[in-house]
């Protein structure tokens, strides 16, 4: 792509940066009020593409209404976590990503220059649009949505982004194509954007690799839960080379359950997260979690928990 395009939208963004809303609201937080930060742009627009540059400035704790991806462009700049106790460094070429459910404060260094890219995308959008495609991975999956029912998850994603990956030249390209806007902007944009977050995805896996020395058991009951919409017995016993009658007197003697009862578990785990941290229909978790209708996915949800989905999310 021509250096000077890129560069032309780098600074048009920079300067539309300055006259987003970045007003501090007042919400309630845990134990007093905190800091949030609500969807800067227009209503409208589900993605959006933010250029930020500073030469030194410390925020307050907040906490925002989206999730926000945010890529070290050129220098450096600090992030501090958890009410003040945790401070990290983000350093150029790094990779810095938050849920809506979980706070910061970002400090840039006072002798540097930082450019940061940043792609924030509404709730609803994520959830409905690139969630079903992240849920495989059942570690991001788990970042991306337990601090909305879990206060003591992880709480942001940060990493070196690998040289030979394309979420540099992804982010270029989203950050000219939100510069010079058109009708269809936001459509090109959900292309983009599902292939900056699977390349994150392939990244997150990689940086979070499990220990080699898992038994057998463990990397079935692993497997299930990262294709727990789509995963049968006979195509474990598949890839894992043995008989699906093995694999199934496996799961009994060392996990003490049954495949059907550990896909059902996993499945309601995940059910019970969307239900409390999306607002997405009934009907389209049950089609995220592998069911063929909304009707068996009721029942099963019910089964399990003694209440229908709906009457779940009334009495939380």
């Known amino acids: ?46 993605i959006m593409i933010v250029v930020h540059q500073s030469r030194g ?20 700049y600090d992030s501090i976590s958890f009410k003040y106790d945790n401070r990290i460094t983000i350093r ?23 450019t940061i890219i940043g792609v924030l995308i509404q709730k609803d959008t994520f959830c409905r649009a690139f969630l079903p495609m992240l849920s495989a991975n ?10 909305s029912t879990n206060q003591f998850s992880d709480e942001y994603i940060h990493y070196k982004v690998e040289d030979d990956c394309n979420i540099r030249t992804l982010l270029e390209m989203m950050v000219i194509e939100y ?17 900056f977050l699977i390349q994150i995805a392939r990244q997150y896996v990689n940086t979070n690799r499990e220990p080699a020395n898992k038994s057998l058991s463990e990397k079935i009951v692993q497997y299930i839960g990262e294709h727990v919409d789509t995963v049968t017995l006979k195509e474990i016993a598949k890839h894992f080379s ?13 996990v003490g359950k049954s495949f059907s009862e550990i ?6 785990e995940r059910a ?33 928990y003694h209440v229908s989905p709906r009457e779940y999310i009334k009495v939380r």
């Open 1 to 46: 792509m021509g250096q000077e395009i890129l560069c032309a939208a780098v600074e048009k963004l920079r300067e539309e940066f300055g006259v987003l809303d970045w007003t501090y609201h007042n919400c309630p937080g845990e134990n007093q009020e905190e800091k949030m930060f609500y969807w800067p742009g227009a209503t409208e627009d589900e």
């Open 57 to 76: 400035q410390q925020e307050l704790f907040h906490r925002h209404d989206y999730f926000y991806f945010n890529y070290t462009y050129q220098g450096e």
């Open 92 to 114: 150029e070429g790094e990779l810095y990503a938050g849920q809506p459910f979980a706070g910061h404060a970002l400090c840039v260094h006072d002798d540097k220059e930082t």
């Open 138 to 147: 059942t570690k991001l999956f788990h970042f991306l949505l337990d601090p």
């Open 179 to 195: 510069a010079n806007r058109q009708e269809d902007t936001q459509v090109v944009l959900k292309s983009l954007t599902l292939s």
């Open 242 to 254: 043995y008989h699906p009658n093995y694999v199934s007197t496996l799961l009994h003697r060392e």
């Open 263 to 268: 896909l059902l578990e996993l499945r309601m």
């Open 272 to 304: 019970v997260i969307l239900l409390e941290g999306t607002k997405l229909p009934v009907e389209e978790i049950s089609s995220v979690l592998g069911y063929s209708n909304s009707s068996n996915f009721y029942k099963a949800f019910r089964d399990y």
